[in-house]
C-alpha cells in the first residue's frame, strides 16, 4: 500500500461549484502535512499547510483529521485558474530529518 | 532571487551514457533532494542532503549518485543511463530548522530522455 494515496480524478466540474479532494495516509508517526499545486508541466508549489484545527485561505479550506489518518482540500466557488493537479504531502521524521512523501495527485479540470 | 536552479532543462541520453543534472540554491537552504515525476507515479524522492557533506537514499537511489560538497549545490548523476530512468527531475529545497514545516522549494524541472 502507497504510504500516501489520492484519487487521479479528473475532478471535471463547471466553474462556481464546490468541490473536495481527500488524502490518506498510512503512517500514524506522520507529523506535518501539505496541499501543494501543479500546474501542467510545471514545478509544484506549496498552496497550503494543513494544520490540526483545520485552516482556511481564500476559497480554500484544509481539514486533518488524525484518527482516521486523512487530510481533506475543500475548493468552493471554482475558477477556470484553479485547473491544475493537486499534491498531497505528508511528512514524516527519519532520523533528524523530517522527509516529504508525495501522493500521485489529484487532477482538476474547471471548465466554463 | 533565482531560488532553485536546475540545468540542463532538457536532455537526450543513449543507453549506457552518463550525464550530471546541476541543482543549485541561493537561499542558504540546508535540506536539498532530488525527485523524479512519472506519469500516474507521483513524486518520487530519490537523494536527499540535510547539509553539506551528508547525503542518504530515498525511495528510489539505484542509478543515482550524489554529492553535497556545499550549501548551494546538490548534484545528482546517471552514471549508466537506462530507458527505465526516462522522467521528469525536479530538486526541491528546504530550510532544516523550520523541522516539520518547512516549505519545499522547487526548480523548473529537467526532462530526460534515454533513448
Known amino acids: 500500500r502507497k504510504e500516501v494515496e489520492q484519487d487521479p480524478g479528473p475532478f471535471n466540474v463547471p466553474e462556481g461549484a464546490t468541490v473536495a479532494f481527500n488524502c490518506t495516509y498510512s503512517n500514524s508517526a506522520s507529523q506535518s502535512f501539505f496541499w501543494y499545486r501543479q500546474d501542467c508541466r510545471k514545478e509544484p508549489k506549496l498552496l497550503m499547510s494543513v494544520y490540526s484545527s483545520g485552516n482556511e485561505d481564500g476559497r480554500f479550506t484544509a481539514q486533518l483529521n488524525r484518527a482516521s489518518q486523512y487530510i481533506s482540500l475543500l475548493i468552493r466557488d471554482s475558477k477556470l485558474s484553479d485547473s491544475a493537479t493537486y499534491l498531497c504531502v505528508v511528512k514524516r521524521r527519519v532520523g533528524g530529518s523530517y522527509i516529504p512523501t508525495f501522493g500521485r495527485g489529484t487532477s482538476l479540470i474547471v471548465h466554463p | 532571487n533565482a531560488g532553485v536552479t536546475q540545468t540542463p532543462k532538457f536532455q537526450v541520453l543513449k543507453t549506457g551514457q552518463s550525464m550530471t543534472l546541476q541543482c543549485a540554491q541561493d537561499?542558504?537552504?540546508?535540506?536539498m533532494s532530488w525527485y523524479r515525476q512519472d506519469p500516474g507515479m507521483g513524486l518520487r524522492l530519490i537523494h536527499y542532503s540535510v547539509g553539506a557533506g551528508i547525503t542518504d537514499q530515498g525511495e528510489v537511489p539505484n542509478g543515482y549518485n550524489v554529492s553535497r560538497s556545499t550549501t548551494e549545490d546538490f548534484p545528482l548523476r546517471l552514471l549508466s543511463a537506462a530507458p527505465s530512468q526516462t522522467s521528469v527531475y525536479f530538486c526541491?529545497?528546504?530550510?532544516?530548522?523550520?523541522?516539520?514545516?518547512?516549505?519545499?522549494?522547487f526548480g523548473e524541472g529537467s526532462r530526460l530522455t534515454v533513448l
Open positions: 526541491a529545497s528546504s530550510l532544516r530548522d523550520r523541522g516539520s514545516t518547512g516549505e519545499l522549494f
Open positions: 537561499m542558504n537552504h540546508e535540506y
